[in-house]
């Protein structure tokens, strides 16, 4: 079966436009942008979705991913303020934020931005000294962001953030360094053990003190309490010695009264006398025995006057 020359001439037509139509319609994905071209100049921006392009007329020049791209700079050596060499690699984080001046304000962004990031690292680490950069680490990723940000304008990209991710100094300044710490750690340890002697002294002292101060409370309260007991104690005496003559003058007032305290004189009399033979080898009597009753008769006058 042969097909006539009309047939063939309209199924050509059919796949040109076909053709036309699949080179025509143009699919962006999300968070893309496709520049194009119209007879070699820029023309427009497509953005996510269906998207139409004459062909032959008009092109997809570049395409350009709007996400937030990471972007390894590689390793390099700096030189601190102190002349130490100082081995540092980073990251940087950036995304296309005007796809035009992407394609038409650089040759190549990537490149770009590499090598500013590490020139502009170099003259960072530059102005600090070597200890200072491993405690500086945010001030200089905010420095290399802040100039990246602004040359970056006109290139149509935003530098977000650039982390440092080693700051490698030569072996010979990691053993030096290492040294040091090991001697300040054992400097803080000397100092910490004599803080804690240090404290301890201060604690015994504390508690002898503390103990004394105990003990003479306690010796003046014992001697407080002493003091009242013998006060009671005399007080009490002279309360009983009291009540004894108050009952001994009430005796005598009785009937018979003045009688026993007669004898009882004269007893205190005799005992007297009989208590000195005891006690020594020779006994000594009043050299006239008829005093005793003398005696006993003052006696009894006192009492008798005691008693009015």
């Not at 709007?66 to 130490?84: A, H, W």
């Not at 962001?145 to 072996?171: C, F, H, M, Q």
């Not at 040294?179 to 604690?203: V, W």
């Not at 014992?222 to 007080?235: D, H, K, P, T």
């Amino acid at each position: 079966m042969f097909l006539s020359d009309s047939t063939i001439v309209l199924l050509i037509l059919v796949a040109l436009a076909l053709l036309f139509i699949i080179k025509a319609i143009a699919i962006v994905p999300q968070q893309n942008a496709w520049i194009v071209e119209r007879l070699g100049k820029y023309d427009r921006t497509l953005s996510p979705g269906a998207g139409f392009v004459i062909p032959f007329i008009e092109r997809v020049s570049y395409k350009h991913s709007l996400k937030e791209i990471p972007l390894d700079v590689p390793s390099q050596v700096c030189i601190t303020r102190d002349n130490t060499q100082l081995q540092v690699d980073g990251i940087l984080y950036f995304q296309v934020t005007d796809p035009m001046r992407a394609s038409y304000g650089s040759s190549n962004y990537v490149i770009a931005i590499t090598q500013l990031a590490q020139t502009t690292l170099r003259s960072v680490i530059g102005k600090m000294e070597l200890d200072r950069t491993f405690e500086e680490r945010d001030l200089i990723n905010s420095t290399v962001v802040s100039a990246l940000d602004d040359a970056a304008l006109n290139w149509g990209v935003k530098v977000l953030r650039y982390e440092i991710k080693d700051l490698t100094p030569p072996n010979e300044i990691l053993r030096a360094m290492q040294a040091q710490i090991t001697a300040e750690r054992e400097k803080r340890a000397l100092i910490a053990a004599s803080e804690g002697r240090r404290q301890e002294q201060i604690n015994i002292a504390t508690g002898e003190r503390e103990a004394a101060i105990a003990r003479s409370e306690g010796e003046k309260q014992a001697q407080i309490n002493q003091a009242q007991g013998e006060a009671a104690a005399v007080l009490a005496i002279a309360e009983a010695t009291a009540q004894a003559i108050t009952q001994v003058a009430a005796s005598i007032q009785n009937p018979g009264g003045m009688e026993a305290v007669n004898l009882k004189v004269a007893e205190r009399y005799v005992d007297a006398f009989g208590n000195v033979a005891k006690e020594g080898n020779t006994l000594i009597l009043p050299a006239n025995l008829a005093d005793v009753g003398g005696l006993i008769a003052s006696a009894m006058t006192v009492v008798k006057q005691a008693g009015k």
